[in-house]
């Protein structure tokens, strides 16, 4: 999240995730046509990544982003009265961090969460 629709916002996320999974391997990023996600500082934090772009009306290139906005919402957001920015960041980090990405069971994950999915596969890799 971010305050502005800049650029090195999107840049600071791509570096932060791949540092964070020490990428070795390409990966296929998403996006809309936004003007951050077209931008040269973009293409080169990318590079060696495969890009997706949603095509012009045609809404269901981001149906799955789309879902999980409805379900933080669902689950989580409308349960409060959001105050301001900070707030909403603290709530969304929340959900994100402690209970989707930890706890909440997903089907294409083998209804394991994503962490135990992780673990399960890396460990499958590292046997392999």
């Not at 600071?12 to 995730?17: E, L, S, V, Y």
Request: charged share 30%; proline share 2%.
């Amino acid at each position: 999240m971010s305050h502005t629709l800049e650029t090195e916002h999107v840049i600071a996320t791509i570096n932060k995730a791949k540092e964070k999974r020490k990428i070795d391997r390409p990966l296929v990023m998403h996006s809309d046509r936004g003007c951050q996600y077209v931008s040269k500082d973009y293409r080169n934090a990318t590079e060696g990544m495969i890009l997706s772009y949603s095509k012009k009306a045609y809404p269901w290139d981001n149906a799955c982003i789309e879902a999980f906005h409805a379900l933080i919402k669902r689950e989580w957001l409308n349960r409060y009265k959001i105050f301001d920015y900070r707030h909403a960041y603290r709530l969304i980090f929340e959900y994100i961090e402690t209970f989707y990405n930890t706890r909440r069971i997903h089907g294409h994950c083998g209804y394991l969460s994503p962490d135990q999915y992780e673990k399960v596969h890396k460990k499958v890799q590292l046997a392999g």
